[in-house]
């Protein structure tokens, strides 16, 4: 799953910006639009930390699932920023796939299961 997201994210980098900006917003339209088109990413994604609980418990599935939200979608919305303090280009093809690579160590951890093991540049289609 973090693969699919993450693919399609690399190929709509825009699209977390446009969303952080809708959440900015003031606007009752855009909160209305965005959420109903992430909330089923939402709801699905707490059904898989349901199965996966790990260290936490039920009541803290949201906050994780927003951190989580946070890691995947941040990356791209804060790519400028990531720019400008570590001087170095997020979008490029290497750096993309080490964020990729530290997205699953970072989500294992956090869900208290081992890293998925992939062979080096290898990558799954969506």
């Known amino acids: 799953m973090l693969d699919r997201i993450f693919t399609y994210l690399e190929e709509h980098p825009h699209l977390p910006r446009l969303i952080e900006r809708a959440g900015l917003d003031d606007s009752r339209y855009l909160r ?4 109903r088109l992430l909330r089923p990413l939402w709801a699905q994604g707490l059904k898989v930390l349901e199965g996966a609980l790990g260290p936490w418990e039920a009541s803290e599935l949201p906050h994780l699932a927003l951190g989580l939200y946070h890691l995947i979608f941040g990356y791209f919305a804060d790519a400028t920023l990531f720019e400008a303090m570590a001087q170095q280009d997020p979008r490029g093809p290497a750096a993309v796939e080490r964020q990729r690579r530290f997205l699953k160590t970072a989500v294992a951890q956090l869900l208290g299961v081992s890293a998925p093991r992939s062979l ?7």
């Not at 080096?120 to 969506?126: D, H, L, M, T, Y």
């Open 32 to 35: 209305s639009t965005i959420g």
């Open 120 to 126: 080096p540049g290898a990558r799954r289609r969506p």
